[in-house]
């Protein structure tokens, strides 16, 4: 796990994202997310930046516990706490094939000081065709991913939570994407284990 990379996003979603920006700034691809007491997608960052390195610098993730493919941690990232679980694709596919990239990550997170409760976040690695929409299929539906850099968030957040108990429910979830470069992509990840992370992640998170 690229632990500056992970802190690098997490810094990202958490200063993006904070209730003032929210309150001030609403992004209208964050329709729906007012409603819902959702957070707005935010851009992952593309590089680490020396501000956001060094605001992660104290924050690294612990890992609480591992259940299946998914692992719940917790991290501090400028003082504001986040619990995420996090997990690796089971397989992953280019067309054309073997192009290179970075390796993938499928977060569900919670940040208490934003009331944000299990939003899905995918660092795909590699960055995204600007304007460009991905998907995730589970549980016999696709659901419309908002992209910005190299991060996707749910286009419609009112859709979040069915997703995630969809996901609770199901042997795996598939992200589809297309990159900068015209390249698609297709990552399946396991889902072996995450509703234990969520519920672990639910004890550890109240505040």
Same mark, same amino acid.
């Given at each position: ?29 964050? $329709? ?8 707005? !997608? +935010?851009? =992952?960052?593309?590089?680490?930046? *020396? &501000? ?40 992953? $596919? ?8 970075? !390796? +993938?990550? =499928?977060?569900?997170?919670?940040? *208490? &000081? ?40 749910? $286009? ?9 108990? +969809? ?41």
């Amino acid at each position: 796990m690229s632990v500056l990379r992970i802190l690098t996003f997490l810094v990202a979603i958490a200063a993006l994202c904070g209730t003032t920006a929210l309150a001030q700034t609403p992004s209208p691809a964050a $329709k729906g997310a007012k409603d819902s007491g959702k957070a707005a !997608p +935010a851009p =992952a960052a593309k590089k680490p930046e *020396p &501000a956001a390195a060094a605001a992660a610098g104290g924050a690294e993730p612990t890992l609480i516990g591992q259940y299946g493919t998914w692992g719940a941690y917790t991290a501090t990232p400028n003082g504001k706490k986040v619990c995420f679980a996090l997990a690796k694709p089971s397989s992953s $596919k280019t067309n054309p094939p073997n192009r290179p990239r970075d !390796p +993938a990550y =499928a977060f569900v997170s919670t940040r *208490p &000081a934003e009331k944000v409760v299990n939003e899905v976040s995918i660092m795909i690695g590699y960055a995204l065709k600007p304007g460009s929409e991905s998907s995730l299929e589970v549980g016999g539906a696709s659901y419309a991913m908002y992209t910005q850099g190299d991060g996707l968030w749910i $286009k419609n957040a009112a859709e979040e939570e069915q997703m995630v108990a +969809a996901m609770r429910k199901s042997a795996e979830v598939t992200i589809k994407g297309v990159s900068a470069k015209g390249t698609e992509t297709t990552d399946v990840f396991s889902l072996k284990g995450l509703s234990q992370a969520l519920d672990r992640l639910a004890q550890d998170c109240k505040r």
